[in-house]
């Protein structure tokens, strides 16, 4: 299992946490939308600002597409192209903006179409593709997941399991649901949230994260673990720190 961090920055705030993630000794950063957008989708542009830190965008892009369905392989489409071009070997789609309608159901099923288009396009470049649970969306409940994973070849595309979204959406057991969707999994968010429903620092909330953590090495997981970092009132390297050691303590990271 691969170790990852992601924190939500201000775009020119991007190298800042790069620096951050490699001091604190995480192999990757998924990198937010709008740090990598801030680079155009430009190679060249993100190896420069990156540095000698480029490397760490190995823990992948997260993309927030539209509402609109039909508009998310022009939105991800492109983002792809740049994972390739920067060595950032997944796409997180994170739904958040899709809203509950009468028609949820033909909206999953047409989520899972697009995601197979996206993925097989992805597959080419190397690049793998998921779906990211989110509070919300059509994707809150196991039942709403289950309707779009039913229509995915998990040779082509797969699940992010965010474990802040799950317990916001009332997910009790996520380890049952990991493994429910282990053959989906290509990515794991963890995410902690304190007693009123807010993102907190790893290990200073309500959850009790050890078992997802446990349940992830006996599925055998060998993907990425990513730290959704997206505590507000915490600085970058006090929450880098904070996640480092719950991870040790966890028996996750040396």
Not at 67 to 72: A, I, K, P, S
């Amino acid at each position: 299992m691969k170790i990852g961090i992601s924190r939500f920055s201000r775009p020119e705030e991007m190298r800042q946490v790069l620096e951050a993630a490699a001091k604190f000794g995480f192999a990757g950063v998924q990198l937010k939308e709008n740090q990598y957008r801030a680079q155009g989708l430009d190679v060249e542009k993100f190896m420069g600002s990156a540095g000698n830190f480029a490397k760490l965008a190995a823990g992948g892009l997260i993309a927030y597409p539209p509402g609109d369905l039909n508009r998310w392989i022009e939105h991800v489409g492109p983002v792809i192209n740049f994972a390739a071009g920067i060595g950032a070997g997944h796409v997180c789609i994170c739904s958040g903006g899709v809203r509950k309608d009468d028609a949820v159901d033909d909206k999953h099923r047409l989520a899972g179409k697009i995601l197979m288009e996206l993925g097989r396009t992805a597959k080419k470049l190397g690049i793998e593709i998921s779906l990211h649970n989110h509070e919300g969306s059509i994707w809150e409940t196991e039942q709403d997941i289950a309707k779009t994973a039913e229509c995915l070849d998990p040779e082509f595309a797969g699940l992010t399991v965010d474990t802040g979204h799950c317990a916001k959406c009332g997910i009790k057991d996520i380890p049952a649901m990991i493994r429910r969707f282990k053959k989906y999994l290509v990515n794991v968010h963890l995410k902690d949230v304190d007693a009123g429903g807010n993102f907190c620092a790893l290990g200073t909330g309500t959850q009790d994260l050890g078992p997802v953590i446990k349940v992830l090495d006996e599925i055998g997981y060998a993907k990425w673990l990513i730290v959704d970092e997206e505590s507000k009132n915490v600085p970058v390297e006090q929450a880098f720190d904070i996640a480092k050691k719950y991870l040790q303590k966890e028996g996750a990271l040396r």
